[in-house]
């Protein structure tokens, strides 16, 4: 796929012919100096942004279609589950209430909607804070709601956008291993991180400079791939690939 913004005077190649695979069940980083296309990336998974040219393929099939609306607001209801840096919880909701707002936007029953936040909430550790809102709970706690938000719906695909770069050290290690623990059980991640030490819990990354991918990773899950991704990252953000 290829993403080129028009502008007065200019035009920006923010994706030039990216081609690669993300198999169903893994987690995938996504490394890259700022402007290297990451989040052009997520936004044509999630049908946010539609490519200049390219096709993207989602569970095998050519998915060109998905960036009409309503399409593209559907499929990301059905397919996609977002995490942020900055959570985007709403401050005047509590807790179970953020997380279940997904299902209340995609009419379930709220029945089902009781069971499904209870057994999320309990499953990530939060259920303790239930009734607590936003500006009541840790950076840590918070985005432990957004992610039970992100995975409410048993979405296909989860996209999480440096979901541990508001976080200290500690937190930081908890959801990370939160998110393996999500991943073990069949869920694909993609995870766009400026952290080394983040890429180091996924199971490959990708390294984007210019808008392409330009070399990757395979993590051996042993302490040398910290030192392999630090080499390659410093060697992409120098351009010297």
Known sequence: MSKVFKQKEHKVNALRNVHCTIYQGEM????????????TLLNMISAIDEP???TLFLFGEEANAIYKEPRASNFRKENIGFIFQSFHLLKDLNVEDNIALPLILNDIPSKEIK???EETMQQLGIYNWRKHRPHELSGGQKQRVAIARAIITKPPILLADEPTGALDVN?????????VDI????????LVTHDPYVATYANRVLFFHDGAIV??????QT????????AKFKVVSRGEH
């Open 183 to 190: 991943q073990s059980a069949g869920q694909t991640i993609l």
């Open 52 to 54: 200049t040219e390219g």
């Open 215 to 220: 070399d990757s990773y395979q993590n051996e």
């Open 223 to 230: 302490e040398a791939d910290l030192d392999a991704i630090l």
């Open 28 to 39: 995938v980083a996504i490394m890259g100096t700022s402007g290297s296309g990451k989040s």
């Open 115 to 117: 069971v499904r936040v």
């Open 171 to 179: 937190t930081t290690d908890d959801i990370l291993r939160l998110l």
